[in-house]
């Protein structure tokens, strides 16, 4: 079973640019997650679908992040205008709803894209 | 969300046992406890999860106190490749995860 992919693996653009950072979720996933590290700091919560309603979206840190999940599927996280501040890993995750084999909840992450905003 | 306290690191060497406790006083009575482990270049993944007692799986035992004011994440027999920062959850069974800093453990030869 392929697990939850990210595209591009790393980013470079300069300030004042757009960028669109892609997540393909595990098959049959309703949920899907956006969390990011900025350097330095933890791992942080951006929001949540559920299929392509946006569920939670309390972590996004402004209007410049827009996150869209389209009929249900992949989801884009598109920042526009970049700021240097945005800088970090950006990770995706995706979930099953209630107990799942092990665990309620439990999140698979993707491999994360690393953005580098000069 | 409950706040969660563990160590920022710790060593260990091949073949022993690793213990990570995790405080969380303030844990309300629908929370679980769950830990992720995640290594460089890698999203977190996850490990263990439980609401009371002793939970077992292939790859890591979880204790938790009769007044779950705590948890032990302990690994067995530990190897170079279990180098990783562990992190410990506390919330309910629903939706958004809220990492701490983590544990990071360093395994040596």
């Known amino acids: 079973e392929a697990g939850v992919t990210q595209f591009p693996s790393h980013s470079v653009i300069e300030k004042g640019q757009t960028v669109t950072l892609r997540c393909d979720p595990i098959?049959?996933?309703?949920?899907l997650y956006w969390y990011r590290r900025v350097m330095g700091k933890e791992i942080k919560f951006l929001l949540h679908?559920?299929?392509?309603?946006?569920?939670?979206e309390s972590g996004m840190p402004n209007n410049r992040f827009l996150a869209e999940r389209t009929g249900g599927t992949y989801s884009t996280l598109k920042v526009q205008p970049a700021e240097l501040e945005d800088s970090g890993v950006y990770f995706c995750?995706?979930?099953?709803?209630?107990?799942?084999?092990?665990?309620?909840?439990?999140?698979?992450f993707g491999p994360g894209t690393r953005l580098t905003v000069l | 969300l409950a706040k969660t306290t563990q160590p920022i690191s710790m060593d260990s060497y091949e073949g022993q046992e690793v213990n990570i406790t995790c405080s969380h006083n303030?844990?309300?009575?629908?929370?679980?406890i769950t830990w992720y482990q995640q290594f460089p270049s890698q999203g977190p993944r996850f490990i263990i999860q439980?609401?009371?007692t002793k939970v077992t799986n292939e790859v890591a035992s979880l204790f938790i106190p009769a007044d779950r004011k705590s948890s032990t994440l302990s690994l067995p027999r530990v190897s170079l490749s279990d180098t990783a920062v562990y992190y410990c959850?506390?919330?309910?069974?629903?939706?958004?995860?809220?990492f701490g800093a983590g544990t990071t453990v360093t395994v040596r030869a």
């Open positions: 679908f559920v299929k392509e309603s946006k569920q939670d």
């Open positions: 303030n844990i309300a009575t629908n929370d679980y």
């Open positions: 439980g609401y009371k």
């Open positions: 995750a995706s979930s099953q709803d209630g107990l799942s084999g092990r665990s309620y909840n439990e999140q698979f």
């Open positions: 098959s049959g996933h309703d949920n």
């Open positions: 959850l506390v919330g309910d069974r629903y939706y958004k995860l809220s």
